[in-house]
Nanobody, 124 residues
Framework: QVQLAESGGGLVQAGGSLTLSCAAGGRIFDTYDVAWFRQSSGKEREFVAA????????SYADSVKGRFTISRNSSKKSIDLQMNNLRPEDAAVYSC?????????????????WGKGTQVTVSS
């Protein structure tokens, strides 16, 4: 059983920054692709960013490209999402998820393990 735990959410003003972390036990990040998804009230969960192929490939949703960076933090044993220049529309519950390597990293249905999520609120 893989357990994922997010941290780092909070309240930030528009234009500000936050870093989210996704921690997991074991060597999950060597075995699985890991992604961040988000869901705001009344909307479907959407893909944000993914780190795949052992951390050698990154993918981003168009809405966050150039502002968000996904990376592996070896010292913390986590996958981090650095979010810069935050906008009110970025406000959501952010969840990390893991799936076996391969196939589309953007399809949430392929992800087997999910964290409980962390709330990000952006004030205008």
């Amino acid at each position: 059983q893989v357990q994922l735990a997010e941290s780092g959410g909070g309240l930030v003003q528009a234009g500000g920054s936050l870093t989210l972390s996704c921690a997991a036990g074991g060597r999950i990040f060597d075995t699985y692709d890991v992604a961040w998804f988000r869901q705001s009230s009344g909307k479907e969960r959407e893909f944000v960013a993914a780190l795949t192929w052992g951390g050698t490939k990154t993918s981003y949703a168009d809405s966050v490209k150039g502002r968000f960076t996904i990376s592996r933090n070896s010292s913390k044993k986590s996958i981090d999402l650095q979010m810069n220049n935050l906008r009110p529309e970025d406000a959501a519950v952010y969840s990390c998820a893991a799936k076996p390597k391969g196939l589309s990293e953007r399809d949430r249905r392929l992800y087997r393990y999910w964290g409980k999520g962390t709330q990000v609120t952006v004030s205008s």
